[in-house]
């Protein structure tokens, strides 16, 4: 995984008084999944449209296995493979003819086309539906031939543009297994999503992308603990026996404890390791009368990076 | 070669789609079934036998030459096998013998007919003479061969200075519908009409036909409306053709197509060439199951029928293609290609005739794709023309193809290339 096999620079996209992209610049080596996570209308699509050459970049260039967007986008089109956001199959078609139309558009035919079809069919699971028309395929097993059409010519890389959106969590995983599988054997992939936890689950390394310019770039571990390597303890007291106020002080001063603060009725607490202060910290509730209501911990995560980064929840 | 498999596939689909059927074959065919069950003349499978021996009676109550021409034609050798012709003089009984199914037709040539074409020794002006036909209500094929081959007779007459070249013409063209017996009488004709004396330049005959016991019809009204419906439904098929570009674009498969190593220029052509496909592929079932279903004859030049229909085709597809490469989406596509197809059809008679248009109506006809459509297809299945006589209806539709698919080509291409 050392060789770069798309290094994008400076890219900008502007549509009349929108700027969609501005100055995106990452570069993902072979063998690697690479994910940009953001929300919707971050400028996702927009990246990966413009290095799967259907938008010309405004300023900036991308090289795709050492072929320009810009300049050489037949090249550029050869060797990548795109799974888009939409279901984009014909759905009176059936699996194997859509499978056999996509393939001759990227100039395969014969007994060449016949065996990437039937190979493609068995990575994503379909070769027994392979003769019903798309229209007739629940949402997952079209996001699977969707996928399946962007492996047919056995691209280099493959660009996955939100694969997973409005599918059941059966369909999800099986997508994401997907991804892996293929990963494992050697396929590069850029993927988008909005899911923190999809992008923490399958990325070497992730660039965090919102408002069309990339905030943050690295592993996952690099990215949390530029928020700090604490973990968050939120407790809920019932306050009705205690003041919980006077209780931030003594639990603050915990041994392991970072910081304690309470809103409402409830503590957040910030702690290098939540299991070595949660004994101390309940204790010291016990002690004064507050009973516990409710508690979670936070370990650090994409979510929190992004919150940490943009005042704002991934999801908004 | 992408482009035909991009084409090959719009056509695949648009014809896998029940619900496109329905508007591209589906209902030209069951309006014009119900126009020709209206008007009577719609055979559904050859109940009757209609290309021989048809039995007609003819009430020749003219003493004069013009009704013997008739009498001649009618009862001689070339159209013996064609129809079995029995004379009488009353024409109540001859009617009822239609009605008792014994005859097919009543041909009847009234007292003082020729008296009325010849003009007299004294100068005197003189009237227009009728003859009439009537015919089984219930016969199809029948009616359409005897009013023919009485249209012929007339026609001879009233062009006598062209007579034998016309007759010898008309007769050939329909041939293919009436057999060769009727071919025959471009012999008949001359040696009949150069008997005669008449001011053929001046008196004109008419012809009256009706059927017992109903009112007056025109016998060629299904064989008018198919071609009509087959031209104003293919506009609608060639405007939902071309919106399937904007369909493709709204559900993703267009901006796919265009990551694949695949020339813009061939995704646009493949999906024209796939509307051109499918429309050639609708105008000819139609024309296939009219003829085979309702016996409906497309004439006797296949290369003008082919022409016609190929440029009609390419001619519709073109503004299709012109007019959805300005909309903004495929709404506005629907709205305006439904708009067109309507006033199109309305102006350029595929609803009626276009023959008695005048001035900005008939202006405004001729700016319609379905007037040149239509002129060119009645000339081939109803006056039975041939090739040469269609070669305008042909270039102007040709040039109209040319011209808004050479604007909509780089249209689309400016819309998709972002």
Redesign the interface.
């Known amino acids: 995984m050392s060789e770069t096999i798309l290094k994008a620079q400076d890219l900008h996209k502007r549509f009349d008084k929108v700027h969609a992209v501005q100055g995106v610049s990452f570069d993902i080596r072979q063998g690697e999944i690479f994910s940009l996570l953001g929300p919707n209308g971050a400028g996702k699509t927009t990246t990966i449209s413009m290095l799967s050459c259907l938008l010309t970049p405004t300023k900036g260039d991308a090289q795709i296995d050492g072929y320009s967007v810009r300049t050489q986008a037949d090249k550029v089109k050869q060797v990548i493979g795109v799974v888009p956001q939409e279901i984009s199959l014909y759905p009176d078609l059936s699996a194997r003819e859509n499978l056999a139309f996509w393939g001759r558009m990227y100039g395969m035919g014969g007994a060449q086309l016949k065996e990437r079809i039937e190979a493609v069919l068995d990575i994503v699971g379909l070769s027994q539906r392979a003769k019903e028309k798309v229209e007739t395929y629940s949402g997952g097993m079209k996001r699977r031939i969707n996928i399946a059409v962007g492996l047919l010519h056995q691209p280099k890389i493959l660009f996955m543009d939100e694969p997973t959106v409005g599918i059941d969590p059966q369909s999800r995983r099986r997508i994401l297994d997907t991804v892996l599988e293929l990963n494992k054997k050697g396929l590069t992939v850029l993927y988008t999503t909005h899911y923190m936890e999809e992008a923490a689950e399958l990325s070497h390394r992730i660039g965090i992308i919102d408002h069309g310019k990339l905030i943050a770039l690295g592993t996952q571990e690099e990215l949390t603990r530029t928020v700090g390597e604490y973990d968050t303890l939120h407790i809920s007291v019932d306050g009705s026996k205690t003041d919980p106020g006077a209780l931030v002080e003594p639990i603050g001063k915990i041994k392991g404890v970072h910081r304690a603060s309470l809103e409402d009725s409830s503590f957040i607490i910030q702690a290098e390791d939540a299991n070595t202060v949660l004994a101390g910290i309940i204790a010291q509730l016990d002690k004064a009368g507050a009973r516990v209501l409710n508690l979670r911990v936070d370990e650090p995560n994409l979510e929190a990076v992004f919150l940490h980064l943009t005042g704002r929840a991934l999801r908004d | 070669m992408?482009v035909l498999?991009i084409a090959w596939?719009d056509t695949?689909?648009r014809f896998?789609?029940r619900k496109a059927l329905i508007g591209l074959l589906a209902a030209p065919l069951i309006i014009s079934a119900l126009i020709g069950l209206a008007f009577g003349n719609i055979n559904f499978g050859g109940s009757e036998p209609p290309l021989s021996h048809i039995p007609i009676i003819l009430v020749n109550e003219d003493d004069g030459q013009l009704g013997q021409v008739y009498e001649d034609v009618l009862t001689s050798d070339a159209l013996a096998d064609l129809l079995d012709v029995t004379k009488m003089d009353d024409l109540q009984a001859a009617r009822i013998q239609i009605e008792q199914g014994e005859a097919r037709a009543v041909v009847h040539i009234p007292t003082g007919f020729s008296n009325q074409i010849i003009p007299a020794s004294t100068g005197a002006s003189v009237g227009q003479a009728s003859i009439k036909i009537f015919t089984d209500p219930t016969s199809t094929v029948a009616p359409v061969i005897v009013k023919s081959i009485i249209e012929q007779i007339s026609a001879g007459i009233n062009t006598v200075n062209l007579a034998a070249e016309i007759s010898a013409q008309q007769a050939m063209e329909y041939a293919g519908i009436l057999g060769p017996e009727l071919a025959r009488l471009a012999e008949i004709l001359p040696e009949e009409l150069s008997q005669e004396n008449f001011d053929f330049e001046t008196q004109k005959l008419s012809l009256n036909k009706s059927q017992v016991g109903e009112v007056q019809q025109d016998i060629n009204a299904f064989a008018y409306f198919v071609p009509g419906m087959a031209v104003y439904f293919l506009m609608f098929s060639m405007f939902g053709g071309a919106r399937s570009i904007l369909d493709e674009e709204s559900?993703?498969?267009l901006?796919?197509?265009?990551?694949?190593?695949?020339p813009i220029s061939e995704i646009i052509l493949g999906k024209m060439g796939g509307t051109f496909l499918t429309g050639v592929l609708q105008f000819t079932i139609l024309m296939l199951a009219s003829r085979y279903i309702f016996q409906l004859s497309w004439g006797n030049s296949l290369l003008g029928l082919a022409m016609i229909v190929l440029l009609t085709v390419f001619a519709a597809s073109g503004l299709g293609a012109l007019l959805t490469s300005f909309t903004r989406n495929q709404l506005q596509a629907n709205v305006v290609g439904m708009t067109v197809s309507l006033v199109f059809g309305a102006l350029g008679g595929s609803f009626f005739s276009t023959q008695n248009l005048t001035g900005a109506l008939d202006f405004a006809s001729r700016l319609t794709i379905n007037r040149w459509a239509m002129d060119g297809l009645t000339k081939l299945t109803i006056s039975g023309a041939g090739f040469n006589e269609v070669l305008t209806e042909a270039a102007v539709l040709g040039v109209i193809g040319l011209v808004t698919y050479a604007l909509a080509i780089p249209a689309f291409q400016r819309r998709f290339?972002?």
């Not at chain 2, 901006?255 to 695949?262: Q, S």
């Open positions: 992408k498999r596939k695949l689909t896998r789609d559900r993703g498969t901006p796919r197509l265009m990551t694949t190593p695949t290339v972002k």
